[in-house]
């Protein structure tokens, strides 16, 4: 592994059903986020994470679940699948330098039925 | 509110010069990143700005004025591999990105 690769690439999900969109990183990086991109709309903060253990509420968490056992990990729930969560969804994870640029995996992209 | 704005889509000629504009208007300021976003794949890392000025990479330089709240991306000798969404985005008091909607460029031969 090189980076962030995330699981699936893509997936078409009925409504109601839960999913979790993997996301595994070997870069040692503490920081690791999960964003949603929606068709002209920025990249939308979902949930956070600043070290293993430990996780936070972005600026549309609802309907979403994370967790941080360990460094590499950061899986991402939909307990129960709505069409408005369709969208590209991408995890990220950051170096914790001061500049603290963000690494991206090349993304899920989630349809909900 | 926090806000980021930047054009939505621009078109530019194959060997020419653009400048992609970002302001801004966000509760803190600590630094200022552009992405670049080729269709159906990741955001890749372009350039950082914390101070004011100019940062200058190859064809790619970006400039910053904090007390405008403005930044600009300028892409010189226009190749068709630039054509890609750019993203600007704000690292807010909060140390979080806050991120603009993306500008489209369209590069023409």
């Known amino acids: 592994i090189a980076g962030i690769t995330q699981a699936p690439t893509s997936q078409i999900l009925a409504a109601g059903r839960r999913m979790t969109l993997r996301c595994t990183q070997d870069?040692?990086?503490?920081?690791m986020y999960w964003y949603r991109q929606d068709l002209g709309l920025g990249l939308r903060l979902i949930h956070y994470?600043?070290?293993?253990?430990?996780?936070g509420k972005g600026e549309v968490p609802d309907g979403y679940s994370v967790s941080r056992a360990n460094t590499d990990d950061f899986p991402l729930t939909l307990a129960s699948a709505v069409p408005s969560q369709t969208s590209v969804y991408f995890c990220?994870?950051?170096?914790?330098?001061?500049?603290?640029?963000?690494?991206f995996g090349p993304g899920t992209r989630l349809t909900v039925l | 509110g926090q806000n980021i704005d930047q054009p939505t889509e621009m078109t530019a000629t194959e060997g020419a010069i653009v400048q992609i504009n970002c302001t801004y208007q966000?509760?803190?300021?600590?630094?200022l990143f552009w992405y670049q976003q080729h269709a159906g794949e990741a955001p890749t890392f372009l350039s950082y700005?914390?101070l004011d000025g100019l940062e200058e990479k190859g064809r790619f330089s970006s400039f910053l004025s904090r007390s405008k709240g403005y930044s600009y991306l300028l892409l010189k000798e226009l190749q068709m591999k630039d054509s890609a969404s750019y993203l600007c985005?704000?690292?807010?008091?909060?140390?979080?990105?806050?991120w603009g909607a993306g500008t489209k460029l369209i590069i023409k031969p």
């Open positions: 990220a994870s950051s170096d914790g330098t001061e500049r603290n640029e963000q690494f």
């Open positions: 870069m040692r990086h503490n920081a």
């Open positions: 994470s600043n070290t293993a253990g430990t996780t």
């Open positions: 966000t509760s803190g300021f600590n630094g």
């Open positions: 700005n914390v």
């Open positions: 985005a704000v690292k807010d008091s909060n140390y979080q990105l806050i």
